[in-house]
């Protein structure tokens, strides 16, 4: 019997390439997004992780069509820039309203399936920004370190019940994800230019970054493995990322970040 996976945001960038990834090896998967562009061979259900209501209507489809639900891929997101002072309450909710709770609004949805089940895989988009966060994109970085922390709490929570949970932190990569991020100059002559120069830099290096299906076959690989663990990222490049924010001060990675990006 294929295991049956849903990833949200699955219409393009990495939700597109992990839903195509996880297709390839077997796996019976639905896209859940508010745009109908999945992979062939992928369902589409509409659905809107901010919605509640939303989501329980599309995962209810989903049960009431396989009769399971083994793997989710919590995906789903967008990013905002600018300066933390200019950023306005209403632009900070939405990131977090999209990034945190859209993933917790879909795994709430889940986890009673899987708990009846007996067991279940939860693979969550997190970022590197979430363990670095980048000056004037703070709250895209918050966004995914609150998702890191979700995911380690919760994880626990379930493993009981036989569901494991991690999360994936990419670093750059080439998505339409660049030219859909939300910016915001407000203040960029109060910070002598530094909005404007930091965010350029970012998708200069995000243009450059990996390809799409590396990540998404990392997630394949990653919601199919019989032991995770909490975190994982692709590249030598990122996985030195995280060896140093294990071993360097905190002052000293934040100097190191500050001069990539908010010179």
Known sequence: MSRVAIVTGGSSGIGYCAAAALRNAGC????????ESPPPGVAHIYADVTDPQSIRTAVDQVMQREGRIDILVNNAGFGISGAAEFTTAGQAHRQMEVNLFGMANTT?????????????RIVNLSSIAAITPIPFQTWYSVSKAAIN???????????PFGITMCAVMPGDVRTGFTDARCKADDGDSVYGGAIRRSVGKMEKDERGGMAPERIGALICRVALKKHIKPFYTAGIGYKMVMLLVRLLPAGVLRRLVGMLYAA
């Open 28 to 35: 019976t998967v639905y896209e859940f997004s508010r745009r």
């Open 149 to 159: 922390a979700y995911t380690m709490a919760a994880a626990n929570e379930v493993r």
């Open 108 to 120: 709430q949805a889940v986890l009673p399936h899987m708990r009846a089940a007996g067991g279940g």
